[in-house]
């Protein structure tokens, strides 16, 4: 990056200093500033869902249940869960970056409807004041699927609260979901064609389907299970002949596609940013924005795959292992297309790019062992074991987490209009990488051993792979922390980012940082195809 | 084109004409109107369900329906799409009057739906057809009506009204919600707001409401008319 030139300026007017009242952002239409509350907000639940993952850990160091009662373990993991999946990961890359960015990557002025853009946050944090309510008041014990006839007629925790919130945060999801393709199909700028749009923009159209799609089904079925608990009108409840695996579907017909609401816009991030640090423009563009598409279609045929030993018939698992293992199809495509651009590119090892890095061989492992759990045979082995607890964490967390640091860091100059401290922030991305593989791979093996989740005991034998788990967990935690003291520390004695600190490609970066609030003085006409980088333009970034 | 009303511009700052303005309104209603079939249709795959399952119970349960109140609220909901689509066209052309008052019958249309509705259930909740301690069924009674009496259990009928109660009664909600917005079209339409440039509010509404009358023609014949030839 450049050290020697002179510090850029800030800009005058930005849409951080367009009003500094709280009723400005509370009730701003801004989509940038409500990027920011988003921000904000999943902050919180994030550090929150990490202190429920501390609190397991801690008491796995031992075979002994010594630290919680069994009761209160199932809350923690419940609650965890519930924080971590709803409140953080499905809201995190498209509410924060896919707000702040998909209007100015796609030159436009604002998202199509900012009305409902604000609503969605408030709708998020309402759900949140529910899911908190039921936190604070004794939890809730279910794990995170609520599965019947569990969390209809036995739970004798806070179901029916978490339940509300989880049905509203899903309408923010939604109203999200609905603007973003309303947005990307009639704000495009002139000249920006749907194979000139960022491939990020490809990857938030198509998680945008999957939370307008599924995102309605999980908001029923979990109003039924509030119905069965709340009025007794059993629709799920097998004395009224009804039947529990119809809560199954009808819940992972959300939930699985809810998987790629996650990884899909993480996918987004890896390709913008891996193209900017190999100076190289994206191989397979096309196949790229293509098979974000084909994700999203065929995660909404696989749902069956969590049912292989809940009583679905062996026929529907055939099938439903098959399509299952079709999905591999589409990301493998990413992964061998983000690999052919490193390819003779001129890489270099910033922060973000490290992040990238550590995406690629963590989701690789992550998606490989999902072949394995689509299995029916091997499934049936580790159903329910620590093998699949490691198994969606290397690509929630190692996947869409790491992206999402990614993201965090590459965008961050431009949100801020500040550098963060580069050394530091790398030594940061290579914590969480450590960290991260330290925590979760001995869970591979621990499931593969026979540990079962859920569980606050367990035999002597597994005990030294639980403890190097949670050794991994405490470094995995401080890397955490290492962005968030960078990005702390970047807004008082930050330099001035200017524009393009990058000199990466893309709307974003030829507007000022932070930019102004109406993104763009003039509508820009797009007259080139994405990701025009070439080699020398190291040279320049690097003089 | 006059695109402001009072000295206020009805363009919003983000948009670069009032096509493009309507183009992204329309798109954004029929996607919610795409969220809103999903979020039916998780109770329609309950309903297919356990209808393959207990067809005798369900049979039972929907004799026990009114076919005539049934009609009735279905030829209510069918005229007020009616109604609708020339407030739709009133606001279109211009014609302030004629698509107030299609609007006002709409809205007549909708409560009259909603009164046929209290009737249905206040019989049911009488006859304690109500899923609860309370339920009552004469199974005997039911026997003449379907084929095959001995697969007959009266918890599946019980799980019959549960449907039954839930989908009319999620349905009637996005009735009553049609007339909060229907009401608010027309204090804008007497306010003289829509013109033939502008009656995006009216087309998108109108759009919903025919969904909301859709439901309804799938719901009366799974509902009512099961096992009747
Ligand atoms: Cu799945």
């Known amino acids: 990056m450049t050290t020697d030139s002179a510090e850029p300026k800030y800009p005058e007017h930005t849409y951080l200093n367009d009003g500094y009242s709280l009723k400005s952002w509370l009730l701003t239409k801004d989509h940038k500033r409500i990027g920011i509350l988003y921000l904000i907000s999943i902050t919180f639940f994030f550090a929150l869902g990490g202190l429920f993952a501390l609190l397991i850990r801690l008491e796995l160091l031992t075979p002994q249940g010594d630290l919680m009662q069994s009761d209160t373990y199932n809350k923690m993991f419940t609650m965890h869960g519930i924080v971590m999946i709803f409140f953080f990961l499905v809201p995190s890359i498209p509410a924060v970056f896919g707000n702040f960015l998909v209007p100015i990557m796609i030159g436009a002025r604002d998202l199509a409807f900012p009305r409902l853009n604000l609503a969605s946050w408030y709708m998020y944090m309402a759900g949140a004041v529910f899911a908190l309510y039921a936190i604070v008041s004794g939890g809730v014990d279910t794990g995170w699927t609520f599965y019947t006839p569990y969390s209809t007629a036995h739970a004798d925790s806070h179901v029916i609260s978490t339940a509300v919130g989880i049905l509203i945060m899903g309408f923010s999801s939604i109203f999200t979901g609905l603007n973003f393709i309303v947005t990307i199909h009639r704000m495009r700028a002139p000249g920006m064609t749907w194979f000139r749009l960022p491939l990020f923009i490809w990857a938030h159209y198509a998680t945008s389907l999957i939370m307008i799609l599924g995102t309605p089904v999980l908001g029923i079925t979990i109003a039924l299970v509030g119905v069965e608990r709340a009025l007794g009108l059993g629709i799920f409840d097998p004395a009224n002949g009804g039947d529990p695996l119809l809560f199954q579907h009808l819940f992972w017909f959300y939930s699985h596609p809810a998987v790629y609401i996650m990884i899909l816009p993480a996918m987004g991030v890896i390709s913008e940013v891996i193209t900017c640090f190999a100076r190289k423009v994206i191989f397979g563009y096309g196949f790229i924005a293509t098979s974000s598409m084909l994700i999203a279609i065929l995660g909404f045929f696989v749902w069956g795959h969590h049912m292989y030993v809940s009583s679905q018939s062996e026929y529907a698992g055939l099938i439903f292992s098959a399509l299952s293992f079709l999905v591999a199809i589409p990301s493998a495509i990413k992964v061998f297309n983000w690999t052919a651009t490193l390819y003779k590119g001129s890489i270099t090892f910033e922060a973000p790019m490290l992040y990238v890095f550590g995406f690629i061989g963590v989701f690789t492992i992550g998606g490989l062992t999902g072949l394995f759990l689509a299995a029916l045979g091997m499934d049936r082995h580790v159903h329910d074991t620590y093998f699949v607890v490691a198994h969606f964490h290397y690509i929630m967390v190692g996947g869409a987490l790491m992206a999402y640091l990614a993201a965090m860091h590459f965008w961050w100059p431009k949100m801020t209009g500040k550098r963060y401290p580069e050394g530091l922030a790398m030594v940061g991305a290579i914590a969480v990488f450590v960290g991260f593989n330290m925590t979760f791979f001995p869970q591979f093996i621990l499931g593969y051993l026979g540990m079962p989740r859920h569980y606050h005991e367990y035999v002597p034998e597994f005990q030294f792979l639980h403890i190097m788990s949670t050794a991994g967990a405490s470094v995995l935690g401080v890397g955490y922390l290492i962005p968030g003291v960078c990005f702390l520390w970047s807004l008082i004695h930050g330099r001035n980012a200017g524009p393009n600190p990058w000199e990466a490609k893309g709307l974003e970066w030829t507007i000022p940082s932070p930019p102004p609030t109406h993104n763009f003085e003039e509508i820009p006409v797009v007259t080139e195809e994405p990701y025009q980088y070439t080699s020398e333009a190291s040279s320049v970034r690097h003089s | ?229």
């Open chain 2, 1 to 229: 084109m006059s695109d402001t009303l009072n000295g206020q511009s009805r363009l919003a700052h983000h948009f670069v004409d009032l096509q493009q303005q309507k183009s992204a309104a329309t798109l954004g209603m029929w996607l919610f109107l795409a969220t809103e079939v999903l979020f039916f249709g998780g109770l329609f795959v309950a309903y297919t369900l356990y209808k393959l399952k207990y067809y005798e119970a369900f049979v039972a349960g929907s004799h026990e329906l009114s076919i005539t109140l049934g009609c009735v609220n279905t030829a209510i909901l069918i005229t007020s799409s009616l109604t609708m689509a020339l407030g739709v066209y009133g606001a279109q052309t211009g014609r302030k009057a004629f698509a107030c008052n299609s609007l006002l019958a709409t809205l007549a249309l909708a409560g009259a739906f909603l009164v046929v509705k209290y009737f249905e259930w206040s019989a049911k909740f009488e006859h304690h057809l109500v899923p609860g301690p309370d339920f009552q069924f004469d199974v005997t009674h039911a026997a003449a009506v379907v084929a095959n009496p001995e697969l007959l259990r009266i918890e599946h009928v019980k799980m019959f009204f549960i449907l039954y109660y839930i989908m009319t009664g999620l349905h009637g909600i996005h009735v009553v919600a049609g007339i909060g917005v229907i009401a608010w079209l027309y204090t804008q339409a007497r306010k003289g707001v829509y013109s033939a440039e502008y009656y995006t509010p009216v087309e998108l509404v109108g759009l919903y409401w025919h969904f909301v009358d859709i439901v309804w023609i799938f719901l009366f014949p799974l509902l009512y008319l099961l096992g009747r030839h």
